[in-house]
């Protein structure tokens, strides 16, 4: 059964530096998201992305954050200059179709550590 | 900003009982509802959905009943077996306005007992 995958599993980077987090969705979806969850919290959307482009972003999406396709398999996400509070997991996730269903399939993560 | 809330933390059943968990939202806006599952160190995993046109949505041992009148949702797992202990998480979605982001609860931690 097709997968999100997620690379790496884990990154422990220092503050201030920039790090990428890959993903790589489901080969036929259409939609590509990135979302977080800090330690003991929920989990929250970052970023939707379709058609090339930032269909919606959330407060905590500012100019540190970027994302990109940059072919047709890999979906990135680069935070410019880490914080300590950037430190969490981040899931991608996409979806099958722009209209119908909306569940999305996630992947299983990356724990970004920023020390 | 608490759209989607579970207010249960955790719950404790037996194996072979009935799991309700229960979410409630403020969004009237919202059209689609889903249940995900979650093991520690995974991402989360897509159990179920429902439209809002729908009060019920059966798969196998996992049903979810939506109230819109109430804005409450619950999932119901019959038989529970030991192998469903993991975090359940709400979520909400919009449709395919702004994306069909997913706005999410903050999980009720389900063990089952043997």
């Known amino acids: 059964e097709p997968e999100v995958t997620q690379t790496p599993s884990h990154q422990v980077t220092q503050m201030g530096q920039e790090v990428i987090l890959r993903c790589v969705p489901i080969s036929n979806h259409l939609y590509f998201y990135w979302y977080r969850q800090i330690l003991g919290q929920k989990v929250e959307f970052l970023v939707s992305?379709?058609?090339?482009?930032?269909?919606?972003k959330s407060e905590i999406f500012d100019d540190q954050f970027s994302v990109e396709r940059p072919d047709g398999s890999n979906f990135t996400l680069k935070i410019r200059s880490t914080k300590l509070e950037d430190s969490a997991m981040y899931f991608c996730?996409?979806?099958?179709?722009?209209?119908?269903?909306?569940?999305?399939?996630f992947g299983p993560g990356t724990r970004l550590t920023v020390t | 900003d608490q759209q989607v809330k579970q207010n249960s933390p955790s719950l404790s059943v037996q194996e072979g009982r009935i799991s309700i968990l229960n979410c409630d939202y403020t969004n009237s806006m919202f059209d689609y509802f889903l249940w995900y599952k979650k093991y520690p160190a995974e991402g989360p995993t897509f159990l179920i959905s429902?439209?809002?046109?729908?009060d019920k949505n059966e798969d196998g041992r996992f049903t979810v009943f939506l109230n819109k009148s109430a804005k409450h949702l619950s999932l119901h797992i019959v038989p529970s077996q030991p192998g469903d202990s993991a975090v359940y998480f709400c979520?909400?979605?919009?449709?395919?306005?702004?994306?069909?982001?997913?706005?999410f609860g903050q999980g009720t931690e389900l063990s089952v007992k043997p």
């Open positions: 992305f379709y058609n090339n482009e930032i269909s919606e």
């Open positions: 979520a909400a979605s919009t449709g395919p306005h702004q994306g069909g982001k997913l706005i």
């Open positions: 429902i439209s809002s046109i729908k």
């Open positions: 996730a996409s979806r099958p179709r722009a209209g119908g269903l909306y569940e999305q399939y």
